[in-house]
């Protein structure tokens, strides 16, 4: 079955440290997403990219950085300057097009401590 | 810029209730609209999409119409069950726009 994998689910982490949120996708989707989602709250945009070895800041693209070495994967790494990084990570991806959804893997809970 | 307004929540029904949840936009030339439902801990799934004028999106007992006049796109469902509890949000993907805006999304809890 095609789909988007998020790994872990669930990750712990001491503050200072960089971490890596695997996204990996096998649905020939052009573009990818990277989401933000704090408790209650809506989803806020930290980076995109449209094709392989490009990519683009979202709203909060500070204390993020992300890599797109492959059309399936666009790992994010989240730094030790985010200053509240603990959060619930989605990541999505889409064909380019104007009618196209987005499609969201199940999302990594980052607890930094 | 483009913009999504949902109906703040938390909204709270009884099962078999009729719900309605309002999704407003504000976006140039046509945009395409959707409605996305989130369960506790889970990843976005889609739940409807239209993609022009006065078109219904529908499924699993849900529908919306792209409504330009009014520039609305509200979700309507005609007797909710306890499984609907969820965050409902509405989105929006502009002529030409490579990222989709969405709502701040509504949690909704049916009880039984």
């Known amino acids: 079955d095609g789909g988007i994998t998020q790994s872990p689910k669930y990750l712990f982490r001491k503050e200072g440290q960089n971490v890596t949120l695997s996204c990996e996708q096998n649905?020939?989707?052009?573009?990818m997403y990277w989401y933000r989602q704090d408790p209650g709250q809506g989803l806020r945009l930290i980076y995109y990219?449209?094709?392989?070895?490009?990519?683009q800041k979202g709203d909060i693209a500070e204390g993020y950085s992300v890599s797109r070495e492959k059309k399936e994967s666009f790992p994010l790494t989240v730094t030790s300057a985010q200053k509240n990084p603990t959060a619930f990570y989605l990541c999505?991806?889409?064909?380019?097009?104007?009618?196209?959804?987005?499609?969201f893997g199940n999302g990594t809970r980052l607890t930094v401590t | 810029g483009d913009s999504v307004t949902q109906m703040e929540g938390p909204v709270t029904l009884s099962e078999e209730a009729f719900l309605t949840i309002n999704c407003t936009y504000t976006?140039?030339?046509?945009?395409?609209l959707f409605w996305y439902v989130q369960y506790p801990g889970e990843g976005l799934q889609l739940l409807l999409k239209?993609?022009?004028?006065?078109d219904k999106g529908s499924n699993k007992g849900f529908e919306a119409t792209y409504r330009k006049e009014t520039t609305s796109f509200h979700l309507e469902k005609g007797s909710v069950q306890v499984s609907d509890s969820a965050v409902y949000f509405c989105a929006l993907v502009g002529q030409g726009a490579q990222k989709l805006v969405f709502g701040q999304g509504t949690r909704l809890t049916i009880n039984p």
């Open positions: 990219s449209q094709i392989v070895n490009d990519f």
């Open positions: 976006a140039t030339g046509y945009p395409s």
């Open positions: 649905l020939n989707h052009d573009a």
């Open positions: 239209a993609t022009k004028a006065d």
């Open positions: 999505a991806s889409r064909f380019q097009g104007h009618n196209s959804p987005l499609h």
